[in-house]
Protein backbone atom coordinates (compact mmCIF):
# COMPACT_ATOMS: atom_id res chain seq x y z
CA UNK A 1 0.00 0.00 0.00
CA UNK A 2 0.87 3.50 -0.21
CA UNK A 3 1.12 5.47 3.11
CA UNK A 4 3.16 8.07 4.84
CA UNK A 5 3.15 8.64 8.97
CA UNK A 6 4.58 11.17 10.86
CA UNK A 7 3.90 12.54 14.11
CA UNK A 8 1.24 15.54 14.20
CA UNK A 9 2.96 17.95 16.19
CA UNK A 10 6.67 18.61 17.50
CA UNK A 11 7.78 22.02 19.62
CA UNK A 12 11.12 22.89 20.58
CA UNK A 13 13.20 25.64 22.11
CA UNK A 14 14.51 28.36 19.76
CA UNK A 15 18.35 27.65 19.38
CA UNK A 16 17.42 23.87 19.84
CA UNK A 17 17.54 20.91 16.98
CA UNK A 18 14.24 19.59 15.62
CA UNK A 19 14.03 16.37 14.44
CA UNK A 20 11.24 15.43 12.28
CA UNK A 21 10.22 11.46 11.92
CA UNK A 22 8.46 9.92 9.13
CA UNK A 23 7.87 6.23 8.07
CA UNK A 24 6.52 5.33 4.28
CA UNK A 25 5.40 1.79 3.10
CA UNK A 26 6.16 1.58 -0.37
CA UNK A 27 9.09 0.25 -1.29
CA UNK A 28 9.30 1.30 -4.75
CA UNK A 29 9.82 5.03 -3.56
CA UNK A 30 12.06 6.72 -6.11
CA UNK A 31 12.37 10.20 -3.93
CA UNK A 32 11.27 10.97 -0.70
CA UNK A 33 10.88 14.63 0.38
CA UNK A 34 10.65 17.19 2.79
CA UNK A 35 8.17 20.20 2.32
CA UNK A 36 7.59 23.17 4.14
CA UNK A 37 4.21 25.44 4.31
CA UNK A 38 3.34 28.25 6.63
CA UNK A 39 0.00 29.39 7.37
CA UNK A 40 -1.68 30.87 4.70
CA UNK A 41 0.96 30.03 1.70
CA UNK A 42 1.97 27.24 -0.58
CA UNK A 43 4.26 24.49 -0.06
CA UNK A 44 7.65 25.44 -0.19
CA UNK A 45 10.19 22.25 -1.39
CA UNK A 46 12.78 21.68 1.47
CA UNK A 47 15.09 19.62 0.57
CA UNK A 48 14.85 15.21 -0.58
CA UNK A 49 17.07 12.42 -1.30
CA UNK A 50 17.22 9.60 -3.54
CA UNK A 51 16.14 6.59 -2.21
CA UNK A 52 19.79 5.07 -2.97
CA UNK A 53 21.17 7.84 -0.53
CA UNK A 54 21.38 7.62 3.14
CA UNK A 55 22.37 11.10 3.98
CA UNK A 56 22.26 14.32 2.80
CA UNK A 57 22.94 17.77 4.04
CA UNK A 58 21.95 21.32 2.88
CA UNK A 59 23.39 23.62 5.79
CA UNK A 60 21.15 23.58 8.70
CA UNK A 61 18.91 20.79 7.31
CA UNK A 62 20.14 16.95 7.58
CA UNK A 63 17.82 14.35 6.08
CA UNK A 64 18.60 10.88 7.13
CA UNK A 65 17.01 7.77 5.56
CA UNK A 66 16.75 4.10 6.40
CA UNK A 67 15.48 2.11 3.18
CA UNK A 68 15.43 -1.13 5.39
CA UNK A 69 13.06 0.41 8.16
CA UNK A 70 11.35 3.24 5.74
CA UNK A 71 12.34 5.36 7.99
CA UNK A 72 12.68 9.24 7.11
CA UNK A 73 13.65 12.14 9.33
CA UNK A 74 15.06 15.64 9.07
CA UNK A 75 16.89 17.35 11.74
CA UNK A 76 16.87 21.43 11.34
CA UNK A 77 19.30 22.36 13.27
CA UNK A 78 19.85 25.81 15.67
CA UNK A 79 16.26 26.22 15.22
CA UNK A 80 14.57 29.65 14.98
CA UNK A 81 11.25 31.11 15.11
CA UNK A 82 10.66 31.29 11.79
CA UNK A 83 10.96 27.67 11.31
CA UNK A 84 7.53 27.15 12.90
CA UNK A 85 5.50 25.40 10.27
CA UNK A 86 4.06 22.52 9.27
CA UNK A 87 6.17 19.99 7.41
CA UNK A 88 5.27 17.46 4.89
CA UNK A 89 6.97 14.06 4.26
CA UNK A 90 6.24 12.77 1.02
CA UNK A 91 7.28 9.98 -1.51
CA UNK A 92 7.68 9.77 -4.87
CA UNK A 93 6.23 6.58 -6.37
CA UNK A 94 6.36 5.03 -10.04
CA UNK A 95 3.46 3.22 -10.86
CA UNK A 96 3.01 3.74 -14.99
CA UNK A 97 2.72 7.60 -13.87
CA UNK A 98 4.24 9.21 -11.45
CA UNK A 99 2.56 10.47 -8.76
CA UNK A 100 4.00 11.72 -4.26
CA UNK A 101 1.87 10.50 -1.37
CA UNK A 102 2.19 13.06 1.38
CA UNK A 103 1.85 12.56 5.02
CA UNK A 104 -0.70 14.20 7.26
CA UNK A 105 2.09 16.82 8.03
CA UNK A 106 3.95 17.48 11.57
CA UNK A 107 3.43 20.86 13.26
CA UNK A 108 6.71 22.29 14.20
CA UNK A 109 6.09 24.93 17.16
CA UNK A 110 9.31 27.17 18.13
CA UNK A 111 9.41 28.33 21.03
CA UNK A 112 11.51 31.45 21.88
CA UNK B 1 7.10 33.43 -15.49
CA UNK B 2 7.32 33.77 -11.52
CA UNK B 3 5.52 30.15 -11.28
CA UNK B 4 2.60 28.02 -10.91
CA UNK B 5 -0.34 30.24 -11.33
CA UNK B 6 -3.81 28.92 -10.28
CA UNK B 7 -6.94 31.02 -10.96
CA UNK B 8 -9.48 31.54 -8.84
CA UNK B 9 -7.43 31.69 -5.64
CA UNK B 10 -10.93 31.30 -3.67
CA UNK B 11 -14.32 30.02 -5.42
CA UNK B 12 -17.48 29.62 -3.21
CA UNK B 13 -20.14 27.85 -4.53
CA UNK B 14 -23.62 26.31 -3.66
CA UNK B 15 -23.82 22.80 -3.45
CA UNK B 16 -24.78 21.17 -6.57
CA UNK B 17 -23.12 23.77 -9.33
CA UNK B 18 -20.51 23.37 -11.25
CA UNK B 19 -16.96 24.46 -10.10
CA UNK B 20 -13.70 24.30 -12.92
CA UNK B 21 -10.21 25.85 -11.78
CA UNK B 22 -7.38 26.68 -13.98
CA UNK B 23 -3.65 25.52 -13.37
CA UNK B 24 -1.05 27.32 -15.44
CA UNK B 25 2.37 25.37 -14.91
CA UNK B 26 5.93 26.96 -15.09
CA UNK B 27 6.73 27.47 -18.81
CA UNK B 28 8.69 23.93 -20.09
CA UNK B 29 7.24 21.85 -17.99
CA UNK B 30 6.27 18.88 -19.14
CA UNK B 31 4.40 17.22 -16.04
CA UNK B 32 1.68 18.77 -14.12
CA UNK B 33 -0.41 17.38 -10.64
CA UNK B 34 -3.66 18.35 -9.14
CA UNK B 35 -4.04 17.47 -5.23
CA UNK B 36 -6.38 18.06 -2.91
CA UNK B 37 -5.52 19.84 0.42
CA UNK B 38 -8.52 19.12 3.30
CA UNK B 39 -8.10 20.99 6.74
CA UNK B 40 -5.02 19.25 8.93
CA UNK B 41 -4.33 16.59 6.13
CA UNK B 42 -1.34 16.70 3.89
CA UNK B 43 -2.02 16.90 -0.19
CA UNK B 44 -4.03 14.14 -1.89
CA UNK B 45 -2.94 13.01 -5.11
CA UNK B 46 -5.64 13.35 -7.44
CA UNK B 47 -4.03 12.87 -11.37
CA UNK B 48 -1.12 13.78 -12.91
CA UNK B 49 -0.35 14.77 -17.11
CA UNK B 50 2.94 13.96 -18.52
CA UNK B 51 2.56 16.78 -21.31
CA UNK B 52 -1.68 16.35 -22.65
CA UNK B 53 -1.94 12.73 -21.68
CA UNK B 54 -3.69 11.92 -18.59
CA UNK B 55 -1.29 8.85 -17.24
CA UNK B 56 -2.21 8.57 -13.48
CA UNK B 57 -5.60 8.69 -11.74
CA UNK B 58 -6.43 8.54 -8.07
CA UNK B 59 -9.42 6.37 -7.20
CA UNK B 60 -10.66 9.50 -5.01
CA UNK B 61 -11.37 11.60 -8.43
CA UNK B 62 -14.92 10.01 -8.46
CA UNK B 63 -16.77 10.41 -11.50
CA UNK B 64 -17.89 14.06 -11.26
CA UNK B 65 -13.91 15.25 -11.16
CA UNK B 66 -12.40 15.66 -14.59
CA UNK B 67 -9.26 17.39 -15.15
CA UNK B 68 -7.91 18.08 -19.04
CA UNK B 69 -4.77 19.49 -20.30
CA UNK B 70 -5.54 19.85 -23.94
CA UNK B 71 -2.08 21.06 -25.63
CA UNK B 72 -0.12 20.15 -22.84
CA UNK B 73 0.34 23.39 -21.07
CA UNK B 74 -2.67 25.22 -18.71
CA UNK B 75 -5.02 22.15 -17.40
CA UNK B 76 -8.82 22.58 -15.88
CA UNK B 77 -10.02 20.79 -13.08
CA UNK B 78 -14.31 20.39 -13.41
CA UNK B 79 -16.11 19.54 -10.35
CA UNK B 80 -20.18 18.70 -11.47
CA UNK B 81 -22.88 18.61 -8.83
CA UNK B 82 -20.61 20.11 -5.87
CA UNK B 83 -20.79 18.39 -2.89
CA UNK B 84 -20.10 20.12 0.74
CA UNK B 85 -17.23 17.26 1.30
CA UNK B 86 -15.75 18.56 -1.79
CA UNK B 87 -14.65 21.96 0.03
CA UNK B 88 -11.04 21.56 0.39
CA UNK B 89 -7.86 23.84 -1.51
CA UNK B 90 -7.01 22.51 -4.55
CA UNK B 91 -3.01 22.49 -5.15
CA UNK B 92 -1.67 21.98 -8.83
CA UNK B 93 2.54 21.42 -9.08
CA UNK B 94 4.43 21.60 -12.41
CA UNK B 95 7.78 19.78 -12.69
CA UNK B 96 10.15 19.86 -15.93
CA UNK B 97 11.96 16.41 -17.66
CA UNK B 98 12.72 13.74 -15.03
CA UNK B 99 16.16 13.61 -16.44
CA UNK B 100 16.47 17.33 -15.31
CA UNK B 101 14.86 18.01 -11.95
CA UNK B 102 12.55 16.32 -9.73
CA UNK B 103 10.96 19.22 -8.27
CA UNK B 104 7.51 20.09 -8.10
CA UNK B 105 6.88 23.86 -8.04
CA UNK B 106 3.49 24.22 -6.47
CA UNK B 107 1.02 26.72 -6.93
CA UNK B 108 -0.85 29.01 -3.99
CA UNK B 109 -3.82 26.71 -4.46
CA UNK B 110 -7.43 27.27 -5.04
CA UNK B 111 -9.95 27.61 -2.12
CA UNK B 112 -13.47 26.16 -2.85
CA UNK B 113 -15.80 26.08 -0.21
CA UNK B 114 -19.16 24.27 -1.01
CA UNK B 115 -22.07 25.93 0.90
Not at chain 1, 53 to 58: F, S, W
Not at chain 1, 76 to 89: E, H, K, L, N, R
Not at chain 2, 23 to 39: A, F, G, K, M, V
Request: aromatic letters at 12%; one cysteine or more.
Amino acid sequence: GEDVEQSLFLSVREGDSSVINCTYTDSSSTYLYWYKQEPGAGLQLLTYIFSNMDMKQDQRLTVLLNKKDKHLSLRIADTQTGDSAIYFCAESIRTGGFKTIFGAGTRLFVKA
Amino acid sequence: DTGVSQDPRHKITKRGQNVTFRCDPISEHNRLYWYRQTLGQGPEFLTYFQNEAQLEKSRLLSDRFSAERPKGSFSTLEIQRTEQGDSAMYLCASSPPRDKNTEAFFGQGTRLTVV
